[in-house]
């Protein structure tokens, strides 16, 4: 038997976690366009080997297992990737590159 009161506990602490991590992206994606970047943004779930083609830098913006994801899809071994942890208040993101906390993406993601 579920608590909904537990439910309802967990269905905030995921919601707050997923609004941080899109918020922080989004702000990292506008802040490659602003800056005249081409950028290409795929999820990565949707994420295919032709995404990858013809590209100068890979960025996974999430944790380490969407680092390790995006990581292992890569097959040039010559192409950079960028792991950065969007929410590292909540994950430890030892694999990423960067790590953004909310409080101070403003001034860490220009």
């Given at each position: 038997?579920?608590?909904?009161?537990?439910?309802?506990?967990?269905?905030?602490?995921?919601?707050?976690a997923?609004?941080?991590?899109?918020t922080?992206?989004?702000?990292?994606?506008?802040?490659?366009?602003?800056?005249?970047?081409?950028?290409?943004?795929?999820?990565?779930?949707?994420?295919?080997?032709?995404?990858?083609e013809?590209?100068?830098?890979?960025?996974?913006?999430?944790?380490?297992?969407?680092?390790l994801?995006?990581?292992?899809?890569?097959?040039?071994?010559?192409?950079?990737?960028?792991?950065?942890?969007?929410?590292?208040?909540?994950?430890?993101?030892?694999?990423t590159?960067?790590?953004?906390?909310?409080?101070?993406?403003?001034?860490?993601?220009?």
């Amino acid at each position: 038997m579920q608590s909904s009161y537990v439910e309802n506990v967990l269905m905030k602490t995921w919601q707050e976690a997923a609004n941080i991590h899109i918020t922080v992206a989004d702000q990292i994606i506008q802040s490659f366009k602003d800056s005249g970047r081409q950028v290409q943004v795929t999820r990565d779930y949707q994420l295919t080997d032709k995404d990858l083609e013809n590209k100068d830098l890979i960025v996974s913006l999430g944790g380490d297992g969407t680092f390790l994801k995006t990581a292992s899809m890569v097959k040039v071994n010559t192409l950079p990737i960028v792991g950065i942890n969007t929410d590292p208040a909540r994950s430890v993101g030892h694999l990423t590159s960067i790590k953004i906390p909310y409080e101070y993406r403003k001034k860490e993601i220009p």
